[in-house]
């Protein structure tokens, strides 16, 4: 099938890329220097200039990193495409000329910081292109070599990459029809995460006027809890824990060794992890405290929220939660542990779900502890100027056992449903007119900084998608007490 061209000129050289259902196209774009060799655990470099005319027409290659364990594997599609040159972008425009001057929405996948890309096709960009927004996806370093933390090298490396994407974006995007300042980051999961850390971030400052934060609260993890995943896989290896030892080290032989502690690990749970930390300099400090105290971004708009059973993803596949049921009162008392949560706010969040089991309770505590709690206290966030804006998304996956879970939404929000790797989660048959109302309400918001929906207050429950609001259902009255007064998560 041949493609008409499309053609656009960055500072670093010309790109071209192609005209896919009227929407131009560009993948792959460098907008920083392959992390290898001298550069593998440093900060992100500028691109080297070319002459002539860059091919943009197939993704680019994507970060080193581990493919997603059975049965996760089949929920949860996650390309790898071999090569070195992984810091890189996709832009889809409907009108690549600097006279269209479109609102720009720049995706930055999720994956825990240790998979995941911009070529996972759920994130085609050609809705938001086909609504009048440049779409903008990107890969950025993940796992060790983004986010382990080395005596001898910058941290958050993975983080920096973000925002020399984002610079790259405020530099080029109008060249494909984008407006610089009109430009709104959004992520799920570890890419909210990431966002949550941006938005604190000095370096970040100016890169971008909106946020929206799925399934993912701004944090900042103990660096000691980091560094631990690093010892693990210095031993593993026989080196020392630094970076110039791990750059010595064959890529295939290290990422066999971080799948390895990867699969020992249970950050769920609250043990080592790869993750953002606080650095003096990329992230000065814990994130949620600087945003939820008003010392960063409070005249950001925000669009955030969760789904109604995020935990499922989590539990659910691997047999999880019918083992966590038979624990019963043992698997209470971990929830308890990694959540601060007392036995007294434990029974009456227990009582509020009849006939759930331990598993269920205890999925819903970590739910509250890793995501609704810290969402909403940004919400609630007396400092703030700008508006924020809540959802919930309730509707239930076709797959057995996956209800309402972790990152079913984004099928939804890109309106990619007719993608077949969206059935893997959502399963077939899922509504395109919740689709058509979800994605519609991100491209308001990257257009004019609402929704379609009043900005949060204390006395308005989450917006909701996918179900009826219950009439019993109360709104948040500013605290988050155990049984959620009665939040639609809780007795729909």
């Not at 539990?315 to 019963?328: H, I």
């Not at 179900?467 to 639609?488: H, I, K, M």
Request: glycine share 10%; net charge neutral; charged share 20%.
């Amino acid at each position: 099938m041949g493609y008409a061209q499309a053609q656009a000129t960055t500072r670093y050289g010309t790109v071209r890329g192609r005209i896919e259902d009227g929407v131009a196209v560009f993948r792959g774009i460098p907008y920083a220097a392959p992390p290898f060799g001298a550069l593998r655990f440093a900060a992100p470099a500028p691109p080297e200039p070319w002459d002539g005319v860059r091919e943009a027409v197939a993704y680019g290659p994507t970060a080193p990193k581990v493919p997603y364990p059975q049965p996760f594997a089949a929920l949860l599609p996650d390309p790898d495409v071999p090569g070195d040159d992984c810091l890189n972008l996709n832009v889809w425009t409907p009108d690549p000329g600097r006279a269209a001057r479109l609102p720009v929405l720049v995706w930055i996948h999720g994956g825990a910081l240790t998979r995941g890309s911009s070529a996972v096709p759920v994130y085609d960009g050609r809705a938001f292109a086909r609504d009048g927004v440049v779409l903008v996806s990107l890969n950025y370093r993940l796992g060790v070599e983004g986010f382990g933390v080395f005596p001898d090298a910058p941290q958050n490396r993975g983080l920096r990459d973000q925002i020399a994407a984002l610079t790259w974006v405020r530099d080029n995007i109008e060249a494909f029809g984008g407006d610089p300042a009109r430009v709104t980051v959004c992520g799920e999961s570890a890419g909210a995460i990431s966002i949550g850390a941006l938005l604190a971030s000095p370096l970040a400052e100016g890169l971008f006027a909106r946020a929206v934060l799925q399934s993912g609260a701004p944090e900042a993890l103990p660096r000691d809890r980091v560094r631990a995943m690093v010892r693990r896989m210095a031993a593993a290896l026989k080196v020392p824990a630094t970076a110039a030892a791990f750059a010595a080290v064959d890529r295939r032989t290290l990422l066999d060794a971080q799948g390895a502690v990867l699969r020992r690990s249970s950050p769920l749970l609250g043990g080592p992890a790869f993750g953002i930390v606080t650095d003096g300099d990329v992230v000065p400090e814990d994130p949620r405290a600087a945003l939820t105290a008003g010392r960063a971004a409070r005249d950001v708009p925000l669009l955030l929220g969760w789904t109604a059973e995020e935990y499922r993803l989590w539990l659910a596949p691997t047999g999880m939660l019918p083992r966590l049921d038979r624990l019963g009162p043992l698997a209470l008392a971990a929830g308890m542990l990694r959540t601060g949560r007392s036995l007294a706010e434990v029974r009456t969040r227990w009582a509020a779900l009849p006939g759930a089991g331990a598993g269920q309770v205890l999925g819903e505590l970590l739910t509250d502890h890793l995501l609704r709690d810290p969402l909403r206290e940004l919400a609630r966030s007396a400092r703030r100027t700008a508006p924020c804006h809540v959802y919930e998304f309730a509707w239930c996956s076709g797959v057995e056992g996956m209800g309402a879970c972790h990152a079913l939404e984004l099928g939804f929000v890109f309106d990619t449903l007719h993608v077949p790797e969206s059935e893997w989660l959502a399963g077939p048959g899922a509504p395109q007119a919740l689709a058509d109302e979800m994605h519609a309400a991100w491209v308001r918001f990257a257009v004019a900084g609402e929704p379609g929906w009043p900005a949060w207050t204390p006395t308005r429950p989450p917006h909701r998608f996918g179900a009826p609001l219950p009439a019993e259902a109360v709104p948040d009255a500013g605290t988050t007490p155990p049984d959620d007064q009665g939040s639609p998560t809780l007795t729909g």
